[in-house]
């Protein structure tokens, strides 16, 4: 019944999050304001790991190609699916949840504990339209995110595989050419978006409907990181199924 009854009270949370707007001046600050917190500071961990695990894909690849008539091109062809449909949508959104997620997730609850949520109320603001809708649409931009952990991880898998003497230039550039399908980046996007919306309510809603005091902040955050995940795979799954089955 427990999980029937956070379940309700989620999709309660996301009415009310849509419902009495906090006046527009104020709405546009809070969302600059979360547009630097939760994605321009999240750019150097995402370009940082996006680069080298781009490049350990081209490396496990082409150690892995032992028959000499497989062409070297596979090499840029297997880090640009990879990058693409997996690592760059997926992998980096919960690596986001652990770090945003649990951003969001300590300030709200930290501001349950203080009670300046139940101030928010008593000065007749909708709290969680104030607090939850700047993340969501700041939250909208992570797409850009996605876009540039794509690129680095294929320039990392091709840094990786030229300079290592896995494969030449014009063969890796060809395999990131070959049967290049452009429906697989409008799957990738339709997904990031869908992930973009669990990393801005799941981990609010953790924060927001939490009771105790500072050691349940702390246990919020972590369950928060857990669910958060947990739905982002889920999610990835039903999305896989519908979109390329």
């Known amino acids: 019944m427990k999980y029937l009854q956070d379940i309700g009270s989620y999709f ?13 001046s104020v709405l546009k600050h809070l969302i600059f304001k979360e547009i630097n917190d939760l994605i321009i500071s999240s750019l150097g961990i995402v370009a940082f790991i996006s680069f080298f695990v781009g490049g350990v ?3 496990q690849t082409a150690l892995n190609m032992d028959n000499p008539l497989i062409p070297k091109s596979l090499i840029g062809f297997a880090t640009r699916q990879s990058v693409i449909l997996e690592f760059a949508p997926t992998f980096i959104s919960i690596i986001m949840a652990g770090k945003v997620g649990s951003f969001i997730t300590s300030s709200i ?3 349950r504990v203080t009670e300046q949520i139940d101030a928010l109320e008593v000065m007749g603001i909708n709290s969680l339209n104030y607090l939850v809708f700047p993340k969501i649409v700041a939250l909208m931009f992570y797409p850009f995110v996605i876009v540039i952990s794509m690129f680095l991880g294929i320039l990392g898998g ?4 030229v300079y290592g003497g896995f494969s030449s230039s014009t063969a890796f550039i060809s395999g990131l050419q070959d049967s290049f399908i452009p429906y697989q980046l409008f799957y990738a996007f339709f997904k990031t978006f869908v ?3 669990i990393l801005a309510t799941v981990p609010s809603w953790q924060g927001y409907y939490m009771k105790g ?4 902040v702390g246990r919020a955050s972590t369950n928060s990181f857990v669910w958060t995940s947990v739905l982002i795979i889920s999610a990835n799954y039903i999305i896989t199924q519908l979109l390329l089955s």
């Open 12 to 24: 309660l949370m996301i009415k009310r999050v849509f419902g009495s707007f906090t006046k527009t």
């Open 57 to 59: 894909v081209a490396i």
């Open 109 to 111: 609850g930290s501001m």
């Open 158 to 161: 091709w840094v990786a595989g």
């Open 195 to 197: 992930f973009a919306f």
């Open 213 to 216: 005091g500072a050691l349940e």
